[in-house]
């Protein structure tokens, strides 16, 4: 990709956060908000492998919003040669007047920096405020306190956003300053309040403070390529399991020709122990994507998915063939077993 094919100087902006802290109804405000003149890209990490994010982030404006994916947990390993590719690519479709990056929940903030050293100092990125995302009513959960990811989202934010804040008690957003402070060595980070990730289009203005330092990168095996989709197999749904950071994920790929019930998968959705859950599946009323976070389920309905698919996240392996049957019991009247027999006569 030549230089010259690029926009130069494309503002650049980390949004991060724990997982459910709602990054991407954040992305989504900020994408519905963008000037109507303007072409922004979405990066967009997951930690699992199947990718469910770029279907959630639909809009209608295709001709001027980009979503890229990096599935398979952090983007920025393997010396960021998965971040690498999926940007340069990115930028060369897109040629955006900005760029959203959303690293996974499970990742690390600090080398995602990094590893935009190399377009920040040739001129191609203008790195602007980092963003965090945090519910403030995880200050008193241990799970979070221990976890040196969420420490360090909290260490790199230019700007720390308090959202949920609608569901908060009333300690809350003070134990969060008292942590902010704490993390800060008694210098108070910026930080703003917010309820259903509405954030305002002139956060991302903010400059950014983070000093690249070549070198620092960790690396983990690169699962897949960027551009590798693994066709599905005759049965016409494909797992994928993956983990790290403490935690487990799974996730399902169905066949575009799979007729999901919309009642069978609310109930699913609603009822699921896991700590994350979120897909996009076709389903006899239309096409919807279900987010479940803190117990909470979330309905959204999109315009159209090339496929169904589900990711689930735990702290602790569930029993996922009990899973799967769930899910392929949700088919309508008993569609699964028409599907097979249509892939296996072909």
């Known amino acids: 990709m030549a230089a010259s094919q690029l926009i130069r100087g494309v503002p650049a ?50 001709d001027s919003i980009y979503i890229r994916e990096v599935p398979g947990g952090c983007m920025c390993c393997a010396a960021g040669l998965p971040m690498q590719v999926a940007l340069n690519q990115l930028l060369a479709k897109a040629r955006p007047h900005r760029l959203l990056i ?37 200050i008193e959960d241990d799970r979070y306190l221990r976890s040196e990811t969420f420490r360090q989202q909290l260490e790199v934010a230019d700007l720390v956003v308090a959202n949920k804040a609608d569901l908060y008690g009333p300690e809350d957003l003070q134990n969060l300053q008292r942590f902010l402070s704490f993390l800060g060595e008694g210098t108070e980070k910026p930080l703003q309040v917010v309820e259903q990730g509405r954030i305002e289009l002139d956060w991302l203005q903010l400059p950014s403070g983070f000093q690249v330092s070549p070198g620092n990168g960790h690396q983990h095996p690169v699962t897949q390529s960027v551009d590798e989709v693994e066709l599905l197999p005759e049965c016409g749904y494909l797992r994928s399991e993956n983990s790290g950071e403490g935690y487990y994920s799974c996730g399902w790929r169905f066949s575009p020709e799979f007729i999901f019930d919309y009642d069978a998968l609310f109930s699913l959705f609603s009822g699921a122990e896991a700590e994350r859950i979120k897909g996009v599946f076709i389903t006899e009323q239309a096409v919807f994507g279900f987010n479940t976070a803190d117990k909470v389920l979330t309905v959204l309905e999109l315009d159209d998915i090339l496929e169904s698919r589900v990711e689930v996240i ?33």
């Open 314 to 346: 735990n702290q602790a392996p569930l029993g996922w063939d009990e899973m799967e049957k769930s899910w392929i019991d949700a088919l309508v009247d008993n569609q699964y077993t028409e599907t097979k027999v249509f892939y296996e006569s072909k």
């Open 102 to 138: 959303e690293p996974t929940g499970l990742g690390h903030p600090r080398e995602v920096l990094e590893a935009l050293s190399d377009a920040v100092r040739g001129g191609v990125l203008n790195l602007r405020g980092t963003l965090t995302l945090v519910d403030a009513r995880c």
């Open 13 to 62: 902006n980390v949004i991060t956060g724990f997982l459910g802290v709602g990054k991407t109804t954040a992305i989504r405000h900020l994408l519905e908000s963008k000037p109507d003149d303007e072409r922004w890209a979405v990066l967009v990490n997951e930690f699992g492998e199947v990718g469910v994010d770029g279907a959630l982030f639909e809009l209608d404006q295709e």
